[in-house]
């Protein structure tokens, strides 16, 4: 039985959940330049285009939104490294807790005899920075646990890990 | 074997589980044990066929269609020959494919496994293990209950429709005896599906057992714990979403027919008209008649008026149980009393209420939801805790349904704006948590916390709870969860 009373010593409201003791583990710092690089490739096509259609009416307004994109781009910037930083794992004793999200902040919890498969992903930037991406499948089609930036060598040892906790701890449905 | 009277003496509350006479339900034959093709579709390692009727049935619906569609091509165009010529070979394609893919399925079990082969061109063999059935159903479409054939459907967790194994058409009877000797076999491990070696192998002697056993003394256990009633059905049908789309449909129609004076106006209603009417049968075709049925190897849920589905739940493979009360059923004391189960079901036609999980009481009194809920789940707790008061700001329409509860075995949230869903998910069955806090919950000092069942999208939401309250509950459910996993085997 959960004890609501009891729970009043844990106010960290601001740090999110998970116990003190729980240590983090973060993705690789490579994560967020290659964020930057996707958001460049996205923000400086993004910027000429606009500035070519803005063209059309006028030069001054071709530069507006060419600029307007820039500074769209910069500011989300700002908002990736943050994005990035939020990123968290920890293996416990019994299951993987996941964190993300600066806005909506989320926090997962997976045993890992509920893991049905485990997939390691790498697109085509994250290969070029050896980083690559973990996630684990359950039954259920809501629980989606990632986690993104890991080098590549690392992802592949976590998977060997968790495949073999799982195997170890596997639960019937 | 199916005559008159029940098959044994009954005692006071213990019904035969068979169809009452004011039922229209097609009365079900008990298997004969002398019946020489039923006596073995589950025991010998041979390859069976489907029945040779059943391209018919499969292709029934399309096939229809495709005849009135050619034969009003075939009436617009009657001076062109060709196009008769056309239409009989599409005809006659269609059906030298229907009997071409009869000629290549088959099937069998052995050693504890069912299998599947099927395909010409490309052998698609399917492989189902008799141990990882969530469930079985028997499905009865218009077409098949005139021929007396039966579809039959095996359900194997994973929320992908396409893992499921459909047998589309036995004979009603061999459908029956197969299902019952499939759960049979299933029924093996108590467990779940986590050991599956020592079922792989098969043992002869086990199936004899478990067809003669189950027959007399499983039937005389059986008890129905609910029935539906058709005019609350119908009344309750009417007082939902779709049947109030219908109503203010039909209103529109007749205040547009009456003030500009002619019929032809009313033209483009009908589309949506015929929509929401066929909506509207589609829930009364499908839960008509539902029956609840306690028998040894699981709930059995019978429902349809011209399709006909007989499920089997097996004992511990209930995943969630919700209990829906729309705001205008709360007014009449009705209620609506869902399952979840892995796998999902399989029929085509179901695609539109894939999203409505399977209701053992379609529309009932509280009683009789509180009655099954009680032989679902061991003495389920209620949810008794509110959220915080201050939850009010962020979920003003919901925040008087928002509660939870858990005990050592089950967790209970309760939500909703207009209607009020209650979900309880057994422990064991809880397949990840997730706390999910917003930006409103932050400033409020609230959050939320998930638990993902297997299945749909189906998950017990603990909605804006003191985010102190929150911590403390993700804290403790994994440990909780691990516990009731571990008790379950």
């Known amino acids: 039985m959960v004890d609501p009373g009891g729970a009043a010593s844990l106010g960290r409201k601001e740090s999110g959940p998970g116990e003190p003791e729980v240590s983090w583990l973060r993705p690789s710092p490579l994560l967020l330049r290659a964020r930057r690089i996707e958001a460049a490739v996205v923000t400086g096509p993004a910027a000429v285009i606009g500035g070519l259609v803005g063209q059309v009416v006028s030069a001054a307004a071709g530069i507006a939104i060419a600029a307007a994109v820039v500074l769209a781009g910069l500011l989300a910037e700002r908002f990736l490294a943050r994005r990035v930083a939020s990123w968290g794992y920890a293996e416990r004793n019994d299951d993987l807790m ?13 045993p890992y005899g509920r893991m049905q498969f485990i997939d390691v992903t790498a697109g085509p930037l994250e290969r070029a920075l050896g980083l690559a991406t973990l996630r684990m499948h359950t039954a259920a089609a809501a629980s989606d646990a990632r986690i993104p930036g890991l080098e590549s060598g690392a992802a592949a040892a976590l998977r060997d890990q968790l495949a073999a906790l799982g195997e170890a701890q596997a639960a019937g449905l | 074997m199916t005559g008159p009277g029940p098959a044994g003496p009954s005692a006071d509350g213990l019904l035969p589980d068979r169809p009452l006479p004011d039922r229209p339900l097609p009365d079900r034959p008990l298997p004969d044990p002398q019946l020489p093709a039923a006596q073995s579709l589950a025991r010998d390692a041979s390859w069976h066929r489907l029945h040779p009727l059943s391209p018919l049935v499969r292709a029934g619906r399309q096939m229809m269609s495709l005849l009135v569609v050619l034969t009003g091509i075939a009436v617009l165009n009657q001076h ?198 066929a909506a509207l049968w589609r829930r009364f075709n499908g839960e008509y008649g539902t029956t609840v049925v306690a028998a040894q190897d699981g709930i059995r849920l019978r429902s349809g008026l011209v399709q006909t589905t007989a499920e089997t739940i097996r004992p511990g493979r209930i995943q969630a149980v919700r209990l829906v009360e729309p705001l205008v059923w709360r007014a009449f004391g009705w209620c609506r009393l869902e399952v979840d189960v892995a796998g999902s079901r399989q029929r085509r036609e179901d695609r539109a209420e894939g999203q409505r999980l399977r209701a053992l009481i379609p529309v009932g009194s509280r009683s009789d939801a509180g009655l099954l809920l009680a032989e679902l789940l061991a003495s389920p707790p209620l949810p008794s805790q509110p959220a915080p008061a201050r939850a009010r700001w962020k979920a003003p329409l919901s925040y008087h349904f928002l509660s939870w509860n858990s005990d050592d075995r089950y967790v209970v949230a309760a939500r909703g704006r207009v209607c009020r869903e209650t979900t309880w998910v057994p422990l064991e069955k809880v397949q990840s948590i997730r706390w999910v806090q917003g930006p409103v919950q932050r400033r409020l000092g609230l959050a939320t916390v998930h638990l993902d069942v297997a299945g749909r999208r189906v998950s017990a939401r603990i909605e804006d709870r003191d985010a102190a309250e929150a911590h403390q509950i993700l804290a403790a459910l994994p440990d909780l969860a691990r516990a009731a996993r571990s008790r379950a085997g």
């Open chain 2, 80 to 277: 062109q020959d060709g196009n008769l010529v056309a239409d009989l070979v599409v005809i006659v394609a269609a059906l030298v494919g229907g009997f071409v893919s009869w000629l290549v399925t088959r099937w069998q079990v052995a050693g504890g496994v069912l299998r599947i082969d099927t395909g010409l061109l490309r052998r698609d063999s399917r492989r189902f293990p008799l141990s990882q059935i969530q469930a079985v159903d028997v499905v009865q479409t218009g077409l098949a209950r005139l021929l007396g054939l039966a579809e039959l459907q095996v359900r194997i967790a994973g929320g992908d429709s396409a893992r499921g194994g459909r047998l589309a058409c036995l004979r009603l009877a061999d459908a029956e005896q197969l299902r019952r000797q499939l759960l049979a076999l299933a029924a093996v491990p108590a467990g779940g599906l986590a050991p599956p070696a020592p079922v792989l192998t098969y043992q002869p002697g086990l199936s004899d057992q478990a067809e003669a056993a189950p027959d007399p003394a499983g039937r005389l256990a059986a008890r129905t714990l609910f029935r539906v009633r058709t005019t609350r059905l119908a009344v309750a049908i009417l007082l939902t979403r779709p049947g109030a789309t219908a109503l203010v449909v039909a209103v529109a129609t007749w205040l547009t027919a009456q003030f500009s004076g002619s019929a032809r106006v009313i033209a483009p209603f009908l589309p949506v008209a015929f929509g929401v009417v």
């Open chain 1, 98 to 110: 996941v964190r993300r999200g600066v806005l909506i902040r989320r926090l997962s919890v997976i």
